[in-house]
């Protein structure tokens, strides 16, 4: 059975791992793996103007720290939302550099099938660097036209409650309607249907090495 103990989320922008995997990252971090969050884009010049521009940065600290991930593991970046493509070869070369530091024996990215163009470039910039680790894609629905979701992590409703509470630090979101608890407990129970339990997450793989 695979049972992987170095887990790296990479996050296009910050919020991005908890909506796609939080429920899995508070069970990894429950069963003491040690799990690495990198986020690239701070976004600041999306926020508000009334709202200071490291604000995302503090409320992903905090998302990340309820879900029970260390400072000391979480990587940020500062790229310019919407610019990752123009940034394409250093964002690779901060990939590989992870890669060698953190050494992780699983990697979860941005699906495939996400349209984002930020998204899209830490997928494919991840898969180049981390092409020799089992890798698979968090789903986020409202950015992928079409997912293959063939592999499943069951989360207990106290690591559903963990998500949903660390998605809440995210304050400046909130008016977004992917951030809305209903929404985010629903496809829980839809992706636990599939997975025989109470709620799941949904993964696409793409390589998977025992």
């Known amino acids: 059975m695979f049972n992987p103990s170095r887990i790296l989320i990479l996050a296009p922008h910050t919020d991005d791992g908890e909506l796609g995997c939080g429920g899995s990252i508070a069970k990894f971090c429950s069963l003491g793996k040690q799990v690495f969050y990198a986020a690239f884009c701070l976004c600041s010049k999306s926020l508000p103007l009334n709202l200071p521009p490291e604000t995302l940065e503090m409320e992903c600290k905090k998302a990340t720290s309820i879900l029970g991930i260390p400072p000391t593991q979480l990587i940020l970046f500062n790229y310019e939302v919407r610019e990752l493509p123009q940034s394409r070869q250093k964002i690779l070369e901060e990939l590989l550099k992870l890669n060698k530091d953190i050494n992780p024996d699983m990697v979860l ?85 599939q997975a025989n339990s109470a709620f799941a997450e949904a993964f696409e793989v793409y390589r998977w090495i025992i």
Not at 124 to 131: P, V
Not at 144 to 163: A, D
Not at 171 to 191: C, G, P, W
């Open 109 to 193: 990215v941005p699906a495939a099938s996400d349209i984002h163009q930020d998204h899209q470039v830490i997928h494919q910039e991840g898969m180049r660097a981390f092409k020799n680790t089992t890798f698979a894609g968090y789903e986020l629905p409202w950015n992928n036209y079409s997912i293959h979701t063939n592999f499943f992590i069951r989360i207990s409703e106290n690591e559903l409650n963990k998500k949903i509470e660390s998605l809440k630090a995210y304050n400046s979101q909130a008016h977004r309607n992917y951030m809305k608890e209903d929404f985010i407990h629903s496809l829980a129970t839809v992706r636990g249907v």
